[in-house]
């Protein structure tokens, strides 16, 4: 919760040059988010607590919460999350350019790798990948070994969108560089890709029970919507505890 507070202060005096979409789940109404299940499983719990989303998801299929159209373009989507059960394989993502149920996302999870003849290797890693997920073809842009979120604790991801560029951040730390992702023209086609230049935002988790807050979308296409919240004592309090540090 704290990265993104204090991203917040910073942000929204700059707002004027670029459309902030905000949502802090205060109002308890969940009217402009959609879920998208891969491959079309049972969805996921989503309830708000405390001002906070908190959802379960038990399987190793993602659940996508998402918002906006194929309007919105190049913009930098954030939130904190604070993973509180691990139930099994599984990770914690955050997901752009959402067009149906195409989509582009990053994650920070865990994979079981298992090569021909050799012992099963469970390794822990961030990656991105574009796809479908109603489908089983997907395109992995970048991958490297990465721990998983601490259990509760918050942690910040940020994913940053311009064109057919994409950078990733846990933590205020940058794990991919701007990278870009471009498919083989013969590759998109044969496969039926979309441009993936266009699209919606959100979040998402495999095999996690976790509370969610303070979602901020960013970008000359984005509409302004929502606010930071000035009636929580308690979330003021973090803010200014954690202004103090710097």
């Known amino acids: 919760m704290r990265f993104g507070m204090i991203t ?3 942000f929204l005096p700059l707002s004027a040059a670029a459309g902030t979409f905000l949502e802090t ?24 607590v405390n001002g906070e989303l908190e959802v379960v998801n ?16 190049d913009y930098t989507v954030e939130f904190d999350v604070k993973p509180t059960k691990k139930h099994g394989i599984g990770g914690i993502a955050i997901a752009a350019r959402v067009n149906e149920s195409w989509l582009v996302y990053c994650a920070v999870r865990d994979i079981v790798n298992a090569i021909g003849d050799k012992p099963p290797v469970h390794e822990r890693q961030m990656d991105c990948l ?43 730390e940058r794990v991919m560089e701007p990278t870009e992702f471009q498919l083989v023209e013969a590759v998109r086609e044969q496969l039926g890709f979309p441009e993936f230049l266009t699209g919606g935002a959100g979040f998402g988790l495999a095999n996690y029970t976790a509370r969610l807050d303070n979602i901020t ?13 000035v009636t929580s004592k308690e979330k003021l309090a973090i803010i200014w505890g954690d202004l103090k540090r710097f």
């Open 130 to 172: 574009t796809g479908d997920l109603h489908d089983t073809v997907f395109v992995q842009i970048a991958t490297a070994p990465h721990p998983l979120l601490k259990l509760d604790k918050w942690s910040h991801l940020k994913l940053d969108v311009s064109q057919n560029i994409l950078t990733f951040w846990v933590n205020e």
């Open 58 to 73: 038990r399987n190793t299929h993602l659940h996508f919460f998402t918002t906006g159209d194929e309007t919105w373009e």
């Open 8 to 10: 917040l202060l910073f």
């Open 25 to 48: 789940f205060d109002n308890k109404e969940l009217e402009d988010w959609q879920e998208l299940v891969q491959l079309n499983k049972v969805p996921a719990l989503w309830e708000i």
């Open 217 to 229: 979308i960013t970008g000359d296409s984005i509409p302004n919507r929502g606010r930071l919240s």
